[in-house]
């Protein structure tokens, strides 16, 4: 009879018992690890310019982020819920009470670079890993000091990438869509919004039939002579341009075209900017992601972002 050498029979319930004690022990080995993980708490601080929540311990980086037209530091918490994987991730997040702007003027841009390079000395965060985002008109925010902060040696809080999302970064185009919209008179929304944005941008930068050059002036982009001048000092960081480019829900409740969203500027602005030899761009369309914090659908909505794989971004 030939003789198999190691091998030990077992009866049914010994072996039961043995399976038994083996998912027992690593269930034990388990539980232990996962109680030797480091607890992660975090402060909070507050003011009338920001609401920082920071960890106590240790920061791996710094996330400052701009909220849409209107949004307060709470509105950007409502949308957009980042603290908790932010906290996973050891990083800082600094949310900006500072919106309601479609351009900067050169004192803004001088006050606010003065603001956040002051405030991230004082809580001990001007030497780490620096990103910034806005969602909508606060993107525009995000680029336009990103690239004066990099362009002047006075501030040394340099970011090592922005993102925007579902931002309107040519304000050219932003009036022409404005004039299609009040003239097919189709959502009062629409129209309303189109009004303020004609009227805000004329007494601003002119009427663009009379010339564009105030327009490319204080623009991101602008699409039609492909003017990028405004951010030419992202050139060498991490750019990240969100969208959602959801052209039925444009159509149906706004009546507007592909080429009058955002998401058509921010592919084209991408196009661009990797035409000029810009190599950390990225373009990211998202489909059925836009979702409201109360759960209405709208494609223009900080929801488009996938916030673990910002972390990602940000800290690898």
């Not at 310019?49 to 996330?63: D, T």
Request: hydrophobic share 35%; net charge positive.
């Amino acid at each position: 009879m030939c003789k198999v050498i190691g091998y030990t029979s077992y009866s049914p319930h010994e072996t039961m018992k043995k399976n038994i004690t083996i998912i027992l022990f690593i269930t034990i080995l388990i539980s232990c690890h996962s109680n030797k993980r480091k607890e992660i708490k975090t402060e909070t601080f507050r003011t009338e310019n920001f609401e920082l929540v920071k960890p106590i311990q240790n920061s791996r980086a710094v996330l400052i982020l701009f909220g849409g037209y209107g949004e307060r530091p709470e509105d950007i918490e409502r949308e957009f819920k980042i603290l908790d994987p932010a906290k996973n991730k050891e990083i800082s997040v600094l949310l900006m009470n500072y919106s309601k702007k479609l351009w900067l003027e050169e004192k803004e841009k001088i006050e606010l670079a003065k603001l956040l390079q002051n405030t991230l000395e004082k809580y001990h965060l001007s030497k780490k890993d620096i990103y910034v985002g806005g969602f909508s008109s606060g993107g525009l925010v995000a680029l336009l000091i990103s690239n004066f902060i990099l362009s002047l040696k006075q501030f040394y809080i340099n970011p090592k990438g922005v993102f925007v999302v579902d931002s309107p970064v040519d304000l050219l185009d932003l009036y022409k869509s404005a004039q299609k919209n009040i003239a097919g008179n189709y959502s009062d929304v629409s129209v309303q919004e189109s009004n303020w944005l004609i009227n805000t941008l004329e007494k601003k930068l002119g009427n663009p039939k009379d010339g564009i050059s105030e327009y490319e002036k204080y623009s991101v982009y602008t699409l039609e002579s492909d003017h990028i001048e405004n951010i030419k000092k992202l050139k060498n960081i991490k750019i990240r341009l969100y969208t959602e480019p959801d052209k039925e829900w444009w159509k149906t409740n706004r009546m507007t075209d592909y080429e009058q969203t955002n998401a058509y500027h921010l592919k084209k602005l991408s196009e661009s900017l990797k035409s000029h030899g810009y190599k950390n761009v990225e373009f990211i369309p998202t489909t059925n992601k836009g979702f409201r914090a109360d759960g209405t659908r709208h494609p223009h909505s900080w929801s488009i972002v996938d916030k673990e794989d910002l972390m990602n971004w940000m800290i690898n």
